[in-house]
């Protein structure tokens, strides 16, 4: 936060002007009472008065003042470690109102002649130091106020610093006021003075008074002038004789930076700062600016006893060799031994490396953690279960049973090898390494069935024979396998996101073979087929399709109508020596000619050829198509299309296959995505539907949000929703087959839901539900589809008379959009490409602005190509942006490539977070006013938003880096809770978080 001035000099300590350091969190009225005033001037011109006690115990550094909670009371009332200097009474103890712990210094001062004021314990300081004190405060009526005062060692004060505007609102809030102000020469020791009004009657509360350092590293941006001997100023050669200069051509502010040239191969290079004075047993941490054109260097922070003797550095260290040829930032933070006394940072070469580095603006902080108490977690359940697959196969074992094989979606999914016929369950088991999700499952040669999921690189086998199932290797392609298929010489094939890979699995010699990346440029290799020599492989997010030889693995693309464009070959099959590919429509391809002769309308997968046993045309395929069952045969001129059964109560199907029943009939039967079996008699065209076939899992929460009504809404993956009762725990409205939730916000007493594909909108109405008006099918209901090539809706936020909604664009797409809902015309209105090829990643409305966090990333399969990510402006009123600019965060170690987290804080600063960073922007001046790089940028997640929730102990709850981490904005000290948590909400003390399909729930408890 910038320096505030005081106005005028107003606030003096014997005739010594106010620091202009000053800082006070809320923004309110600068009005004072002149009697006040007076009352002011006269505390900060007393000298010579000294409280009784002196805490001499304390850090140097970090102070927490003694009693700094006032949850200690001695018998006889008194309040342990603070003494009343101003007035007689009107200071006690307050058990029903605090900020933390459980309570609070409640004044009450109803005097019209005087002020009251209690002072801490006197700290130990050191002369020539920056501290800041601060302290919480909840004004019912009057003024409040906070002093900083200095003090020499025999107890004479030499000054008295103010925090800025006395008078605090708004009332019955908890606020902060903080001072900032270095002591003065001759300074030894600090207290705190609360204080109220010489005028009126003034009830409040104080809390969680707090002190600290703040450290200054001399010469930290290396412009001082060079000393007598022409060596850097503030700065020491610690290792090796040369190579330490300063530069002018590169630095990141200023005029100079540090240069370190090293062309020893044996011999290491260091400068190190001046000691700075520390207390042993605290977190420290050092920043500075780095710019490597070659070589390896590591940044120390370097401890001393008091003899000087510089401690084993083993850990205190980090080593970094890249990024090249840019400005990046370095972060080491090191706990100090029990018994050191200073510290200095240290900027070294590697010994056995050469090259030539810069660095710039050096800082050293107190990285002290947030004092909080947490609970054990308690485990609420699985709030979102479906019944739900997304691969199957279905077959003849080596017993001749005709069976079907899935595994229904949760965390992890559980394996099912079922009767085909009559439907009853033969085996299931939960797979290891917590897969959740299979698409890949096919039935071998050897009768045996191979699957693999989309969390680890393991391939299973079930014997149906045996009941056995087991890890048959990890194969070599990315995690997430589209799709497996086998051939009929004891090969396993599978096809697979992220580099678009294919391998082979050998059955009988046990060995894989990869293939690797079929087309580097693209991520996905979604569908494959197998075809005498050759392996087909579908392409995504441009459509490719690729012929691999199975003997040597090259590979020749087979040119599409509509080569290169956007979208995915989704499924490739076979007809009589013709490829069925999927793609949109379906093509068929002749591999004898390597023509494409025909296009049908049909997308997906068809019913293979019926076996020749049944007597049926071998020329007639079957596809589902939105509750109709089609026949297309693929022998005659024009490839004729039938409508065989309509009005049928599933829509898609997942895999399907004829086999032969007891009775001797021949049947098409099918598993669709929700479970339901479906069983075709071609000789009647009859269909018999089951529905749910195996048990609901819990699948992994995608999306987790309080209401209003401080109910739980819970979106899940890939499908379902349900509103939880934390209170009740249990779930009080579940729709398991909602499509999938990316983001939910509360609007006009209702949920808006933003699903995945073509960024569908949907309303929850609790009342609705409440009242009976409709059922839970038709609530949510579809209020808008967005359409305009967007995909995941992540973002929804309230404005003051509209809803605005952030997307991501569809797969291979750059180019998020804003859209905006106005209830009162019932009018949905879109903007795309706000910020050019950039995503929305964050929303939120502040005093008719609408702000917005940006993501270089697009939709899946598709490089960025912007480098910079953005935060745009948008007038409310006029729909027009009004300012775009990246926010400058200093000691940030990578440019901002996401900014999402978006939320206007009760101190009226826009907070936002750039994947490890929290910072925090005046929304009027768009200057970055504080900021924390708490963990190192590595943007695993780029287009999901990260969290950022206000708790109501004015904490921040957030998932920086998809760590659970709570952060103080005052202090921005933080409490790093869990790993790997991407949804957090807070409702009360009580925080909510999920972890796969569970839904977990912690409360915690400043501690004063």
Not at 268 to 275: G, M, V
Not at 570 to 595: C, F, M, R, W
Not at 972 to 991: F, Q
């Amino acid at each position: 936060m910038p320096a505030i001035r005081v106005a005028n000099d107003r606030f003096f300590a014997q005739g010594t002007a106010v620091n202009s350091g000053i800082s006070f969190s809320m923004r309110g009225s600068r009005s004072i009472m002149r009697k006040m005033l007076i009352m002011l001037l006269i505390i900060g011109g007393i000298v010579g008065w000294t409280s009784p006690t002196v805490f001499s115990e304390s850090s140097m550094d970090d102070q927490n003042v003694p009693n700094n909670g006032f949850e200690s009371v001695s018998n006889g009332g008194a309040i342990p470690y603070w003494s009343q200097q101003y007035g007689s009474s009107g200071f006690s103890i307050d058990t029903s109102v605090k900020y933390a712990g459980k309570a609070s210094l409640r004044v009450e001062d109803a005097s019209r002649t005087m002020a009251f004021g209690i002072e801490s314990a006197k700290i130990p300081i050191l002369a020539g130091e920056s501290y800041t004190a601060s302290v919480k405060m909840k004004l019912q009526k009057g003024v409040m106020a906070l002093y900083l005062r200095y003090y020499d060692a025999n107890d004479r004060l030499l000054s008295a610093q103010p925090a800025p505007d006395a008078r605090l609102g708004p009332l019955e809030q908890w606020i902060t006021a903080s001072v900032t102000a270095t002591a003065p020469p001759g300074a030894a020791k600090a207290a705190i003075l609360l204080y109220s009004s010489i005028e009126g009657v003034t009830i409040g509360h104080f809390d969680n008074v707090n002190f600290q350092r703040n450290f200054s590293v001399m010469n930290a941006g290396f412009e001082a002038p060079r000393k007598s001997d022409g060596t850097i100023a503030n700065w020491r050669q610690a290792l090796g004789s040369s190579g330490i200069s300063l530069s002018q051509a590169i630095r990141s502010t200023g005029n100079l930076s540090l240069q370190i040239t090293d062309t020893s191969t044996t011999e290491a290079i260091a400068a190190e700062s001046e000691k700075i004075r520390i207390t042993g047993g605290q977190i420290y941490r050092t920043q500075l600016k780095m710019f490597i054109t070659s070589g390896t260097y590591s940044v120390y922070i370097r401890y001393y006893d008091e003899y000087g003797k510089v401690f084993p550095q083993t850990t205190n260290y980090k080593v970094f060799n890249s990024p090249a040829n840019e400005w990046t930032t370095a972060t080491v933070d090191v706990t100090a031994p029990s018994n050191a006394k200073t510290a200095a940072v240290m900027i070294a070469s590697g010994a056995a490396s050469v090259g030539t580095a810069y660095f710039d603006d050096v800082s050293f902080s107190l990285n002290q953690p947030l004092k909080i108490s947490i609970s054990e977690a308690q485990d609420l359940g699985e709030p979102v279960q479906t019944a739900m697959a997304s691969g199957a196969a279905i077959g003849v074992n080596a017993a001749g049973q005709n069976e079907l094989y899935f595994v229904v979606n949760g965390k992890p999914g559980v394996f099912y090898a079922m009767d085909a016929e009559h439907r009853e369950i033969r085996f299931s088991k939960p797979l290891p390494g917590n897969e959740d999700t299979v698409w890949g499952i096919t039935i071998g040669s050897d009768k045996n069935v191979y699957l693999t999921g989309t969390t680890t690189n393991a391939l299973y086998r079930y014997d149906p024979i045996s009941g056995s199932f087991e890890s048959v290797g990890n194969h070599p392609g990315d995690k997430f396998i589209f799709e497996l298929e086998a051939s009929g010489d004891g090969k396993i094939y599978g096809a697979s996101y992220m580099r678009s890979k294919v391998f082979e699995y050998d059955i009988a010699k046990k060995s894989f073979k990869d293939f690797g990346s079929i087309d580097p440029k693209q991520e996905y290799a979604r569908s494959l087929y197998v075809h005498n020599d050759y392996v087909y492989v579908g392409i995504g997010t441009e459509k490719h399709l690729y012929r691999i030889s199975r003997a040597d693995g090259s590979k020749k693309e087979i040119m599409l109508r509509d080569t290169g464009t956007n979208g995915f070959v989704y499924a490739i099959n076979e007809i009589e020596g013709k490829l069925l590919v999927s793609y949109g429509p379906t093509d068929v391809y002749n591999t004898a000619t390597g023509q494409f002769i025909k296009k049908i309308s049909f997308a997906g997968d068809p019913s293979p050829v019926p076996p020749a046993s049944s007597g049926m045309n071998p020329s007639v395929l079957y596809y589902f198509n939105k509750g109709t069952l089609y026949s297309v045969d693929f022998f005659k001129p024009g490839y004729p299309e039938r409508t065989v059964k309509s009005g049928i109560s599933i829509s898609d199907s997942l895999r399907m296959n004829w086999i032969e029943l007891s009775d001797g009939r021949t049947v098409l039967v099918g598993l669709t995505q929700t479970l339901d079996y479906f069983m075709y008699n071609p000789s009647d065209d009859s269909i018999e539907v089951y529905n749910s076939i195996a048990p609901a899992q819990g699948v992994i929460i995608r999306t987790l949000e309080a209401g209003d009504d401080k109910n739980l809404y819970v979106g899940g993956f890939s499908k379902g929703f349900s509103v939880f009762n934390p209170d009740k725990k249990v779930v009080t409205m579940t729709n398991p087959y909602m499509e999938q939730v990316e983001g939910i916000g509360m609007y006009s007493g209702k949920a808006f839901l933003g699903t995945y594909g073509s960024a569908k909108i949907y309303q929850y109405d609790s009342a609705q539900i409440d009242q009976k008006a409709v059922t839970a099918a038709e609530n949510p209901s579809l209020v808008y589809d967005i359409q305009n090539n967007q995909e995941r809706p992540f973002v929804i936020v309230p404005g003051q008379r509209s809803l605005y909604v952030g997307t991501i664009p569809e797969y291979g797409k750059l180019g998020g959009a804003l859209t905006s809902y106005n209830e009162e015309l019932q009018q949905w209105t879109t903007y795309e490409n706000i910020v050019p090829n950039q995503s929305i990643t964050g929303l939120a409305y502040y005093k008719g602005k609408i702000f917005g966090g940006t993501s270089i990333w697009g939709g899946l399969g598709i490089s960025p190509t912007e480098t910079e990510a953005k935060i745009f402006v948008l007038d409310a009123a006029t729909d027009k942006v009004i300012r775009t600019l990246t926010p400058q965060i200093p000691y940030i170690d990578t440019a901002p490539k996401k900014i999402g987290g978006l939320s206007v804080g009760p101190d009226g600063l826009l907070w936002g977070i750039i994947d490890g960073t929290i910072f925090a922007m005046n929304p009027n001046t768009y200057e970055v006013v504080k900021s924390k790089m708490i963990y190192n940028s590595t943007y695993a997640n780029k287009t999901m938003p990260n969290r950022l929730i206000w708790g109501q102990d004015g904490l921040l709850y957030t998932t920086l880096s998809d760590r659970l981490t709570i952060i103080d904005p005052e202090t921005l000290a933080y409490k790093r809770v869990l790993e790997n948590i991407s949804n957090v909400t807070v409702i009360d003390n009580h925080v909510y978080y999920s972890y796969g399909s569970h839904l977990y729930k912690i409360t915690t408890n400043l501690i004063p």
